[in-house]
């Protein structure tokens, strides 16, 4: 169930980030409709709601970022949504992709490394009403088991190749969308199950910060992107 509306004086920047949106080739209604409904201000620090409705990654603490609005629509358009999956986001980060997710699908599972951002996530979207979202605090290399199969799975950081825990429990003619590294760089990809097997295709260039834990990277390198 989609959060409910709060009472704020941000509306009109939601509208004209909306309208950004759409000029960047976003066509898919129900997510500019999330777009409109989400109040991102409250996601972000303080001292940075200004700047919350601009289409620009923002840094929300522990060397994490809130992603660039653009590449959470491409995120969430490739999914094509019908309003009624499960769905495993790996990478919490701010939970402002998990609140934009509660206005599309039933079920949200989302899942945090970092013990600080879950509990902030947790904290704001339970103000805002988010209840069909769950956040874990765990290691979403290893997905989480107890809700699959999940008919949508997101990743929010990049991977030297797919995980193996997340690609068994995608359920059938599902998809996943992740950054792949490849040659020194990050394509984001979604990955679609079928009868006869798993079908790969690119998406474009992205910049996620790396996806740390048993089926990603050991660690996490010095240099970060986006949440």
Same mark, same amino acid.
């Given at each position: 169930m989609a959060p409910?509306?709060?009472a704020d004086g941000f509306g009109?920047?939601?509208?004209?980030?909306?309208?950004?949106?759409?000029?960047n080739g976003i066509r898919d209604l129900a997510v500019l409709h999330a777009f409109g409904e989400t109040p991102r201000h409250l996601?972000?620090?303080?001292?940075?709601?200004?700047?919350a409705y601009e289409d620009v990654a923002l840094p929300i603490g522990n060397g994490q970022t809130i992603s660039q609005p653009t590449t959470q629509a491409r995120y969430?358009?490739?999914?094509?949504?019908?309003?009624?999956?499960?769905?495993?986001?790996?990478g919490t980060g701010s939970g402002y992709q998990s609140a934009l997710l509660?206005?599309?699908?039933?079920?949200? =599972?989302?899942?945090?490394?970092?013990?600080?951002?879950a509990a902030r996530a947790r904290a704001v979207l339970a103000e805002i009403g988010a209840h069909s979202v769950h956040v874990v605090h765990g290691d979403g290399s290893l997905g989480w088991l107890p809700e699959a199969p999940y008919e949508a799975i997101l990743v929010a950081a990049a991977?030297?190749?797919?995980?193996?825990?997340l690609v068994r429990q995608l359920a059938a003619d599902s998809s996943l969308? =992740?950054?792949? /590294?490849?040659?020194?760089?990050?394509?984001?990809?979604?990955?679609?199950?079928?009868?006869?097997?798993?079908? /790969?295709?690119?998406?474009?260039?992205?910049?996620?910060?790396?996806?740390?834990?048993?089926?990603?990277?050991?660690?996490?390198?010095?240099?970060?992107?986006?949440?």
């Open positions: 409910g509306r709060l009109g920047y939601r509208t004209r980030l909306v309208e950004q949106l759409r000029d996601f972000v620090p303080e001292a940075l709601r200004r700047r969430l358009e490739a999914l094509r949504f019908e309003g009624t999956e499960r769905v495993l986001e790996v509660s206005h599309l699908v039933v079920r949200v =599972i989302t899942i945090e490394r970092i013990a600080g951002l991977s030297p190749t797919v995980p193996e825990p969308v =992740i950054p792949l /590294e490849r040659s020194g760089s990050q394509i984001l990809c979604r990955i679609t199950s079928s009868g006869s097997g798993l079908v /790969e295709e690119e998406l474009g260039p992205v910049q996620f910060v790396p996806l740390v834990g048993k089926h990603g990277y050991p660690s996490e390198p010095s240099t970060s992107g986006p949440y």
